[in-house]
């Protein structure tokens, strides 16, 4: 299926597209660890095999949004290179060594009535994750679904099929070769925008959707989906520097915080500091930023200490730039910046400066984030930096994960209970 | 408001408790842990000095339900007397003593970038709940999450609202005495079908609904919530005796998992039996389940062997009887029993009878439910066997908690990060 369907195919062709997963889901939550390594690394080893192939059908994609004209940023995010199918390879072969999340028992105990309780790890099931223009994601995806156990559903963007389709075909044949069921790792094979719809209403065959992509893709499925969704919306993060900071930590942070990389989700976006140090604190960092090339907007009272500073406007603490930007905000204290983070945060990262102990545990109970930080870094929340190897996502939901979503987060437990005869009084 | 009002007036009712209800959560997820048992207790002492009040209160509600032609055991469900208020009181005096999962931080490890990296448990914020007649739940689940540090809306059955309003007013009495704000726990002031509607809506001030009631309720929560839900759907829960059983440990346990009550959602609704055993163990069991008064629906197999055994149709398998009914189908092996399970299990608890380990262990992997069980009565899965010391609900769904769920299913963790000025290289 390559170009517009009825409804009624497409509405057929997704429920088999479910229906096959469902039953792939099976088998692969009972396959062993040495099996699904295997499979990772033989997908490692046939994409580098197939990397001139792959590469040539990227350049499909590429005629194709150039033809469309898609912006630079977006054609640079859907290119193939060596480097790139290289790289993908590379994250096949590290999900290989992390350990196999799923069979294991935590809290074993007994209980009063002789019976003892544990609780084992298994995979949620079936996974759809429906993602923009970025083809390594397929790879990315589809490998820690399969570490995990759960059987999987991509739907990419219609401007990578063919990359999307060719990368899929790679895994398949690693699939093959080991003998685990190829419907283990689905690729929607239709641009008809009416699937992501058909996806989302398959709440018999699919337990999870994961959007990865830009806030329309993030809002429209949150909205559609009679299936649970972990979701990533936004990461508009704070720094609050304290009155009772240490200043050099603080400028070192809250430099490295926003510039540092610009278009991740856990950059500083806004820049909170208390009234008491701002005079201290703002003029040099400000220099920083304005040498670093960072755009400050600020509230009125940052303005009348930075006078390279335009006004920050209401949308301006709503806002996550993904850029040189940078707003700044001074509060006259603690309690003044937990409030502004609780309103205006988006759940994401947010971090304090202090040297006071009663202030630094009030911040960690009451900021209500993912990832909340003591003297650190925001750029620190992430799955690599925080041991999980890799990430799926960052969740900002509150149930089931929150923050860095790794294997762990594509599990869950269920009760375990050995008897011997064992009956309820 | 008591009677029927403009969409408008439930649209702006519901959004004031949502907003109100978060401005409470806030301050509740940072009260200590001593204030909000002192709330308990003090609840539960109120409760009992208003007895007669309460049962009063109730009594409008029972003749109310008697002019509306109210089923028989709906009004039992709904009569408070001596004793069930006294369970009340003594159901928040034992949530006062169980442990406070709030602030508790786990897996606390340096990272290889030095910053230090834990886990703490956090409530999850504003948690709605949508139940049915019995008055009881509204004490139940306030507490629970009163002391999980979350704010409650509940929405109880428009036939026991003077019963909640009552209670109600208590709980509210309790919070003020020891100083948390009174929206910490809200009834919901209306019987308007509406309200429920608005509810569900409120994705900005409440962050879960818990459905607790029947199926009709459950499904139409679940369809139109636009907030994530921890339902519980069915408890069709199975029983396999295995060729390799020991049978006195099946007939116990297959007896007690139908016959210890009839009426929970952990009780046994079909039995399956392994045709290599089934003539040497069903007419044991048959003549027990007899004695005691069951119905028996069996396949053909089945009535072949049990002579008063009425035929089981296809409904049979996906039905919860909650009654003196059980059926009974005779299979091939393992495989079959697994796959019979895996079809028509409402995920909620089966169990294994069998002495043989390597399918004790195929049973606990391949079983997809929220308690899997060898040699042990499916009526063990509860919050108060399992240690929790009380549950919300028992959740059938994959996502965040599975099985019985108490105080802990009522939290999440937060990843909280401690520097010393740590930057990201």
Not at 6 to 31: C, E, F, P, W
Not at 101 to 127: E, F, T
Not at 368 to 388: C, H, Q
Request: hydrophobic share 40%.
């Amino acid at each position: 299926m390559t170009s517009t369907h009825s409804i009624t195919d497409i509405t057929h062709y997704m429920q088999d597209v479910g229906n096959k997963a469902r039953v792939a889901s099976v088998l692969l939550s009972a396959a062993e660890t040495a099996i699904k390594n295997k499979a990772l690394t033989t997908i490692a080893k046939i994409i580098l095999e197939k990397k001139e192939w792959l590469i040539n059908e990227n350049k499909k994609d590429l005629i194709a949004g150039e033809e469309k004209n898609l912006e630079a940023a977006l054609l640079d995010r859907l290119a193939l290179n060596d480097e790139r199918v290289e790289g993908m390879a590379e994250g096949l072969r590290q999900i290989a060594t992390l350990p196999d999340p799923v069979g294991s028992i935590i809290d074993m105990d007994y209980r009063p009535s002789g019976i003892q309780l544990g609780k084992m790890r298994v995979p949620l099931g079936v996974i759809g994750i429906i993602y923009e223009s970025r083809p390594n994601v397929t790879v990315d995806a589809a490998a820690l679904c399969l570490k995990s156990g759960n059987a999987t559903i991509l739907r990419g963007g219609s401007e990578a099929i063919h990359s999307n389709r060719a990368i899929a075909s790679c895994i398949q044949e690693g699939l093959s070769e080991v003998g685990l069921p190829n419907d283990s790792v689905q690729v929607i094979d239709t641009t008809d925008r009416a699937a992501v719809g058909e996806l989302l209403r398959l709440q018999d065959s699919v337990d999870i959707i994961i959007p990865r992509g830009g806030k329309g893709l993030i809002e429209r499925v949150t909205k559609e989906s009679l299936i649970p969704v972990i979701k990533h919306l936004d990461g508009i993060c704070h720094v609050y520097i304290d009155d009772d900071a240490d200043l050099e930590k603080a400028v070192t942070v809250a430099y490295n915080a926003k510039t540092q990389r610009y278009g991740t989700c856990n950059t500083m976006e806004t820049l909170l500091v208390s009234e008491k140090v701002a005079t201290e604190v703002l003029p040099v960092l400000a220099e920083k930023y304005i040498e670093k090339g960072v755009e400050l907007r600020g509230c009125e009272k940052t303005q009348a200490i930075i006078s390279d500073c335009i006004p920050a406007t209401e949308d301006d603490w709503k806002t996550e730039y993904l850029a040189a930007i940078l707003s700044i905000k001074i509060v006259n204290g603690l309690d003044d910046a937990i409030h502004h983070i609780n309103v205006y945060s988006s759940q994401h990262t947010d971090s304090i400066i202090t040297q006071d102990y009663t202030k630094a545990r009030r911040f960690l109970r009451e900021v209500d984030s993912s990832s909340v930080m003591v003297n650190a870094s925001t750029r620190f929340a992430d799955g690599f930096e925080y041991g999980l190897g890799a990430e799926i996502g960052i969740s900002t939901d509150k149930l089931h994960a929150r923050g860095p979503v790794g294997l762990e987060g594509l599990t869950s437990l269920k009760y375990v209970v050995f008897g011997d005869g064992h009956i309820r009084q």
